[in-house]
């Protein structure tokens, strides 16, 4: 049974376009996986807590020795990293601030990008590398934007510092099959806003039908 990992990352509730349009993807895998299942993890309504000096203490320790802060404060990133890693698919709503990801989504980033739970070290030659755990997935990211030209080969491109970096961390822990829905323009006119989505909710169903 395949299993699609739902993550949604706005604080905004109903009048979040992000949450629309990862609801619309979730909706559209159902259709095209009818014996799948859907995990949701909220992030922006109900936010991860950051790493903290415990969870540090526990990540890098023989569990047998954790305190019951650093059991505590790295059980949270068991449960993110176990949901991820037992995932076939992933669909991220990202919207952009301030040209780069939310704080709810960094902090579930550094939740799970994880030395020996989704990413290990090796040294054959004495040069340390690192090799992805997390192998095996695709992944979708829907960005939305209020602003415009900010998507690929457009006047503000340069300015994106969300999608380069969600692909290189996922490249890290393993994820290269990865696809982007951009929306943007959100904060313009009507008709400039509504053309934008109407583009995005295609690319989301066509996407999510795969």
Known sequence: MKTLLHIDSSPRDGRSHSRQLTATFAEAWRRANPDGQVVHRELGLTPVPP???????????NPADHTPAQRAAIAVSNE?????????????????YNFAVNASLKAWIDQVV?????????????????V??????????????????LGPEEPMAQFDAQ????????????ITDI??????SLAGSDEVRHSSLDKAFAAVEALAGK
């Open 132 to 149: 992805g755990l997390a192998k095996g997935k695709k992944v979708t990211i829907i960005t939305t934007r209020g602003g415009a030209d």
């Open 80 to 96: 993110l990293v176990d949901e991820l890693l037992a995932a076939d698919e992933v669909v991220i709503g990202a919207p952009m």
């Open 51 to 61: 790493v903290s000096e415990d969870w540090i203490a526990a990540a890098f320790s």
């Open 179 to 184: 696809s982007v829905v951009y929306a943007g």
């Open 114 to 130: 994880r030395i020996g739970r989704t990413v290990r070290t090796d040294a054959p030659s004495g040069v340390p590398s690192y």
């Open 163 to 174: 999608v380069p970096y969600l692909k290189q961390l996922l490249g890290f822990i393993g």
